[in-house]
Nanobody, 115 residues
Framework: QVQLVESGGGLVQAGGSLRLSCVAS????????MGWYRQAPGKRREFVAS???????TYANSVKGRFTIARDNAKNTVALQMSSLEPEDTAVYYC?????????WGQGTQVTVSS
């Protein structure tokens, strides 16, 4: 059974940094696209960043230059380094692994940025 577990969320002041991690188990994920999404209260879940199996990264415009995504296939992990955080970054952050018709989500981790 595939399981994704996020960690690293918390409360931080505006301008601060946080590092989120997601560890997957139950399969090998070398070919998967790994990504992060977020959902703020009252809003739809939105894309944040992704990294393909060859290391190609994609970012939402709102986080470009502030967030960095990285993966470690040997450890089945994906991380999101978040810097220069803004109150608008407050949300539940979810990791996502997908490949063809396989699509897995973590349970989410709360990130709160105070002004």
């Amino acid at each position: 059974q595939v399981q994704l577990v996020e960690s690293g969320g918390g409360l931080v002041q505006a301008g601060g940094s946080l590092r989120l991690s997601c560890v997957a188990s139950g399969s090998r994920f070398d070919s998967y696209i790994m990504g992060w999404y977020r959902q703020a209260p009252g809003k739809r879940r939105e894309f944040v960043a992704s990294i393909q199996s060859d290391g190609t990264t994609t970012y939402a415009n709102s986080v470009k230059g502030r967030f960095t995504i990285a993966r470690d296939n040997a450890k089945n992990t994906v991380a999101l380094q978040m810097s220069s955080l803004e109150p608008e970054d407050t949300a539940v952050y979810y990791c996502n692994f997908h490949y063809t018709f396989y699509n897995y989500w973590g349970q989410g981790t709360q990130v709160t940025v105070s002004s």
